[in-house]
Nanobody, 127 residues
Framework: VQLQASGGGLVQAGGSLRLSCAASGRSFSRSPMGWFRQAPGKEREFVATIGWSSQSIYYTDSVKGRFTISRENAKNTVYLQMNSLKPEDTAVYYC?????????????????????WGQGTQVTVSS
């Protein structure tokens, strides 16, 4: 099983980036998926999560209204659209997937609930 994150880069404050995370090796169509990030010298933190039907979504307060998480189960892919980026968004972004769950509205905020992780993609926002 592999999660491949892409789309990171260097952008000016106020700009946008779209991260993608393509999974291979198994289907995650019945799994919650999420994005986390880790800035230098800080712990990994939750960013966003989405249930397998896309009806349940939740964001950390600092990105609400600016970031949008989405998924395409047919492509086994989760996305993170990031708009109005700020220098404090600078971090390595990780996608994550959990094992299958029985309900479409189950979402996870804690890293310990995710069993599969991507390698991370660097996002740098300059001021």
């Amino acid at each position: 099983v592999q999660l491949q994150a892409s789309g990171g880069g260097l952008v000016q404050a106020g700009g946008s980036l779209r991260l993608s995370c393509a999974a291979s090796g198994r289907s995650f169509s019945r799994s919650p998926m999420g994005w986390f990030r880790q800035a230098p010298g800080k712990e990994r933190e939750f960013v966003a999560t989405i249930g397998w039907s896309s009806q349940s979504i939740y964001y950390t307060d600092s990105v609400k209204g600016r970031f949008t998480i989405s998924r395409e189960n047919a492509k086994n892919t989760v996305y993170l659209q990031m708009n109005s980026l700020k220098p404090e968004d600078t971090a390595v972004y990780y996608c994550a997937a959990a094992d299958p769950v029985p309900s479409y509205n189950i979402i996870y905020f804690r890293a310990r609930n995710y069993n599969y992780w991507g390698q991370g993609t660097q996002v740098t926002v300059s001021s």
